[in-house]
Each structure stands twice: as C-alpha cells, then as structure tokens.
C-alpha cells in the first residue's frame, strides 16, 4: 500500500486525465480547476503537493519549487513521465483505493449494505463493494478492471 511518504500531487485543468489515471493508481491527486495561478501555486503549498502542469508560462513564473512541467498532450505519456521522474511505485494494492471524483480514501461495505442501490446484476456476480466516506460513491469490480488492466500494460510498454 501507498504512504504517508509518496508524493501528493495537484493536477491543474490541463490535465485532467492524468490526474485521475494517478488516483487509480492510489496516488493522492487533487484538482483545481479553474484556478488562478496564485490559487494553484497556494493550494500546493498549503498541501505540500507537487503541480503537474503543461502551463510553461505557469513554471515560468515560478510560483513555486514543486512543479513537473509534463512534455506530451497524451494521458498515457504523460503517466510515464510522472513515474520515472518520482520513481513512483505501482502496487498493485494501491489500485482503485481513492475515490476518482473526490479523491478520498475509499472504504469497504459489506454486500448486504448495497442490495437495493445497485442493479441486480451487479449485486448477483460481485462480493466486494467500496464506498467514498465523502461523496458516496460506490464502487465496485467491473469491465473497467480489466480495461484497466489492458491500459497499464501500455503504460509498462509491454
């Protein structure tokens, strides 16, 4: 599992998608979006978080020290950038740990708990659900794991 010692990251509104593939991987990732860049630059420091950006003019600036300026346009270039650059660990415990609208930790809930707020088919062929303590949300194992799967494989270039 993930640490109190891996980095946080602040994913500003140019990117998005990587932001959220990072909380899939149980990266804690927030996101501003708009911002101003004094908001941005003061979130991050607030929250000792690294800005993941394609904004030059925003590094240009330098607001702050904390800062990856991502090369490609691409959510999956971008990913190997981050990777290599904070030598991130990819534990396959960590996946799907965060919720991927809110970014809290999400929690286990028993099966019987979700009966009547999931469709039937979901209920009858999975045995483990989570749940966002902030938003609610459930989660569960579906078509998206194995896509998942598939698209980490991109990642990893294999």
Not at 26 to 51: H, T
Not at 76 to 91: A, C, G, M, N, W
Not at 121 to 150: E, I, M
Request: proline fraction near 4%.
């Amino acid at each position: 599992m993930l640490g109190a010692s891996d980095p946080k990251f602040l994913a500003d509104e140019n990117v998005g998608k990587l932001g959220r593939w990072l909380r899939i991987l149980g990266y804690d990732v927030a996101y501003q979006s708009p911002a101003l860049d004094a908001q941005l630059a003061l979130k991050a420091l607030r929250e000792n978080r690294i800005i993941l950006t394609r904004d030059r003019e925003f590094v240009e600036r330098r607001m702050v020290e904390r800062y990856l300026l991502l090369a490609s346009q691409d959510p999956i270039e971008q990913l190997k950038q981050v990777i290599q650059t904070f030598h991130l660990k990819l534990d396959r415990n960590s996946f799907f740990t965060r919720c991927l609208d809110c970014n809290t930790a999400i929690e286990s809930v028993p099966k019987a708990e979700v009966q009547s707020v999931v469709p039937d088919y979901v209920y009858r062929t999975q045995d483990q659900f989570h749940r966002c303590p902030t938003c609610n949300k459930l989660f569960w194992a579906g078509s998206h794991t194995t896509n998942f799967q598939d698209w980490l494989k991109r990642v990893n270039g294999t």
